[in-house]
């Protein structure tokens, strides 16, 4: 497994975030972002989770609720990862694809986009 520490893999995500665009970073409402080491032992090689109501899917109802939560997971990223340039380009694929789950964009379509 490729070797990185949990505060260099956190600046990749808040890089991957950065490089978001403005305008859509506008459009994000109640949500946040989180690295966590492992993911759920039911899915160990899952790369990142977005738990929350899309963005398409809020309504007048949609008020006093908790933040929608996107984790990121290190340490698949890292056993599938060869190269520091890899983890850099597979977080910043993560990153994008747990927001666009925000938006309401399904894995049918992110898979299309090249985002799978």
Same mark, same amino acid.
């Given at each position: 497994?490729?070797?990185? =520490?949990?505060?260099?893999?956190?600046?990749?995500?808040?890089?991957?975030?950065?490089?978001?665009?403005?305008?859509? =970073? %506008?459009?994000?409402?109640?949500?946040?972002? +989180?690295?966590?080491?492992?993911?759920?032992? !039911? !899915?160990?090689?899952?790369?990142?989770? #977005?738990?929350?109501?899309?963005? =398409?899917? *809020?309504?007048?109802? #949609?008020?006093?609720?908790?933040?929608?939560?996107?984790?990121?997971? *290190?340490?698949? =990223?890292? %056993?599938?990862?060869?190269?520091?340039?890899?983890?850099?380009?597979?977080?910043?694929?993560?990153?994008?694809?747990?927001?666009?789950?925000? +938006?309401?964009? !399904?894995?049918?379509?992110?898979?299309?986009?090249?985002?799978?």
């Amino acid at each position: 497994m490729l070797e990185m =520490t949990r505060e260099e893999f956190e600046e990749l995500v808040a890089e991957a975030l950065d490089r978001i665009p403005p305008e859509l =970073t %506008r459009l994000m409402d109640n949500v946040a972002v +989180f690295v966590e080491d492992e993911p759920p032992s !039911d !899915d160990p090689e899952l790369l990142g989770l #977005y738990e929350g109501t899309p963005l =398409t899917d *809020r309504g007048e109802w #949609y008020a006093g609720v908790l933040p929608d939560r996107i984790t990121i997971y *290190r340490n698949p =990223t890292l %056993r599938m990862c060869e190269s520091r340039e890899d983890v850099v380009a597979e977080t910043e694929i993560t990153v994008v694809h747990e927001i666009a789950h925000h +938006f309401g964009i !399904d894995d049918a379509r992110l898979h299309a986009l090249g985002y799978g």
